[in-house]
Each structure stands twice: as C-alpha cells, then as structure tokens.
C-alpha cells in the first residue's frame, strides 16, 4: 500500500545497540545522511566462500557528516552487484530498512568470477519525508501553455490540472471517465472561446518557479552531497565460486502472478528474469505466427513507443505506413493482417508542443475496443508524466484505468493485457530531482501493482531490469533493454494465445 511509511514497522528492540551517545550531558547535532561517512559490510557470508546462487547480505549503518551514527530510517538507496568482463554481468538488490539507521542490502550472486558491490544513496530520509508529505500532494506543479486559435488570432493560457479547491473565471477542459474529479483548467483569454484550444506545450519557467516555493529552503536535499551520489564500500570486490547459475524451475507466466524479491541478472546483455517461465518468440516466424490478425494497442509514453519500436524492428515486415508520430502511430502489416497501434496519453509533460487532438486517455481508448472478435493485445503503461500529478489525481486516475480493464474483460475475457512498470531516470537539475523524484516513481509502481492487480492483468516489473543494467538511469533507456523486455512480454503474450 502506498500510503505506509517507508521503513517497515519496528519495535524498541531496534535501538538496543545504538549508544546514547546524546547523553553525556553536552551539546550534539545530527546531520543528514552522509554518503562517505556511511558504514557498509558484508555480514552473510563472513570466513566463507561466496558461491553462484547465494544471496549475499550486506548491513548499512547510516552516518551523517561528522560520523555520528543515524537513528532514523527512511533514506532510499540502490544497491547493484556488478562485472565489467569475464563475464559482462550485473543484478539490482533489494534494500531492508528497519527503521533505526541501519538497512540489509540483498543481492543475488549469479555468476560465477569477479563481482563488485555498488551503493548508491538516492535520498536522504528527510528529502523522502519532504517529497511524501509536501511535494507530492501539492497542486500545480505540472503548469503548461496552451495555444488558442480564433479568427486568425492566435494567444497563449496559463493552464494546470486541479483536483481539489475552487476556481474562478477558467476554461474547464473535465474529463470524467479518465480523470474523475481532476479538472484541467486553464486561463480565460477576452475574444477567445474556451473551445478554442488546440495545443499544449509545458511551461517551464511556472513549473521551475513552483519547484522553488515548494523547496523553500530544503533545496539542498536535492543536490549533492545529499541526492544520487556514490557509497564507498570497503572490500567492495568478490569472488564467486561455482559454475552457471542454474536455478529451480519457475512458474509459467501468468497474470496477477506475484513478483519476487530478487527478478533478475543480466549476463552478456542478456536479462535471464527469476519472474517466471516464458517461451521465446522473437525469432520472426514464431512472432509472425504468434500476432497473426491481431491489433496490438500500446498505451503509455515514449517509453512505450519504444516497445512500438521494438516490435517493428522483431517483425521485420514490409508495410507501407511508417511510424514516427510522436502522440500516436497505427502500422498495418497487410501480410499478416496484424495492427500495430501506440497511442500517448494527454498532459504530457515535454518540450514539444502538442495537438490535442492527437492525445487520448486510455481508458477512452479502451472503451473503444468493442470488436466481436476480440483480437486484441493491450499493453498499459503510466507512469514517466504523472510524477507531478499529486497523489490522489493519480489514484483516482488508475482506478478509472481499472474499471475501463474490468469493462473490456467482460467484453473479452480472453485478451492478454500487460502493465508495463516503471523504472529509474535520469536528474538533470535539483528541480528534476524534486519534481522527477525515483522516489515518486517507486510509489507510482506500487499504486500501478495495487490498483491494476486481481483483474487478470500481467504486471510486467522493469525497475530491476533498468537499474541493474551498466549504463546512466535515462528515461530512454538503450534499446538491448527495450528488447528484452519485450521478450518477457512476447512470451507472456504468446503463450497465453498459443499454449502448449
């Protein structure tokens, strides 16, 4: 549930060896989690060989910048193992907070050879408290320009979405099946008429101007030394012994199936998913074969157009339409009889100036699929644009998208349908950091699990994929990843229409 704290429930016990160090009847301070004064050590597998298929345990005791050992929990941090060669590998681990300042950090060792440990420390406990209870249910934090059109005359609107409070002389742009109570409104401009909207494009300088009244003297939990920075770990390097990791037989895949812990390992640019067991149909026979006359709906972001992308470049088939629209692209493979359509949704938050037209909520889009025939694929995707939503614009946005899957189930209750998860990017600015947080964007992966789970969906988790791969966290990450992903996807997709 995404309305819990971020550490797990702890009793007194937690505390009974940390040193009442405050106690000496002096003066003391405590600081923010330092990442350099911060302790890390192995503690599972002490005067012992680490062997292919163990999972190592690694204690985290917080400091801030004088040493002192922190007391509080709640700092979020990305633990990896890696190999830069013999073998290329990598893994993301999953980090324990107990509550009190100390944290395990479990990671799977899954190859044999050399392996380094990596932790990051992405924020600090007081940042995540700041973003949980400040920025995340504060409106107006997405603000956009949109473009009006009338009689030749053209004029720019101060436009944001609001989900609570009232409003006076706006243009109101409700979307009720898709948003609920979330209005989008904008200013109202003399000559003008309301309907005349045609585009948005995001303002940057109101969205940065916003960052700054919420950061009102906290914007150094945003920047170094305290946001996305580097832990030394002593003894950071290992060695593992064993041969191939060969681990047990997993469940096939299925929807609303639970997800582990640990997911996966990449090895020679290959993901080997600890999710469940999938057939391989990227081969372009076994795909062809497997899409035949089916429409394949995409909805999400440009991440989800990357997907797009991925399948084209799989099906290697000649088709007269080429894609390359930014909000939407429908691709027919006359051949196969097989459409291949992406859609983005509206309010996105990017450079670029975008027509309304070309923008649809998913569940207008899902409301839509009403062909007897049910052939359809769907892929759902939100996440990477809703960071600056607040917390219950978004909640009551999922819902909707989950009443729209429960109606279309009952339409076709055979369809695949597949949530496609989120995962870490990139921070150009302490703005981005806020705004952009991973945090939030853990948190909108557990509201997507949460509330797209138990109606016969296929979670799709991507977090562990991305994170654990060598290179920057970007929104766009490299294509092998793309196609990775799309290989768990396919196989969940195709051995759902085509079992054996």
Known sequence: MWDKTVFNDVDSTAYKNIEAVNSTGRWTSMGLTSFNMTHVELVSHVGRSIKVGDVLQYRIQSRDFNGRKRILGGDMWYATLNSDKDPKASTAGHVVDHGNGTYDAYVLAAWPGNAKFNLVLVHASEAVYHLRNIVWNSERRAIWLGRYSFKGKTTDAVCYLQHHGKWEGKCEYPAYRALGSTVFLCDKKPDFPCESLYALNIHRQATSDRAKELANGVEYLYKSPYCVQGVPVANSTLRIEGSEFQHNKLPRCKADQPIPTLQGYWMNDKWNSLLCEFGTWTEKSSLTSCLRGKRVVLLGDSTT??????????????????????????????????????????????????????????????????????????????????????????????????????????????????????????????????????????QIELINREALGGIGAFFLPVWDMNLAYPSRNNVHMPMTIVMEELKIFLGFVCDTLHPH
């Open 305 to 442: 157009r990357q997907w797009l992308d991925g399948l084209i470049k799989l099906l290697n088939t000649a088709t007269v339409d080429k894609p390359g629209r930014r909000l939407w692209s429908k691709i027919h493979y006359d051949s196969l009889n097989l459409t291949l359509y992406f859609q983005f949704h509206p309010y996105v938050i990017g450079s670029h100036t975008y027509k309304m037209t070309e923008m649809k909520e998913e569940v207008d889009v899902l409301n839509g699929l009403n062909d007897a025939d049910c052939n359809y694929v769907v892929v759902i995707s939100p996440w990477a644009h809703f960071s600056q939503w607040t917390r219950d614009s978004y909640i009551e946005r999922v819902r909707l998208i989950r009443k729209a899957v429960i109606d279309l189930r009952h339409r076709c209750p055979d369809i695949p349908i597949v949530i496609k998860g989120a995962h870490a990017k990139e921070h150009k600015s302490w703005e981005a950091a806020m705004f952009a947080s991973d945090y939030i964007f853990t």
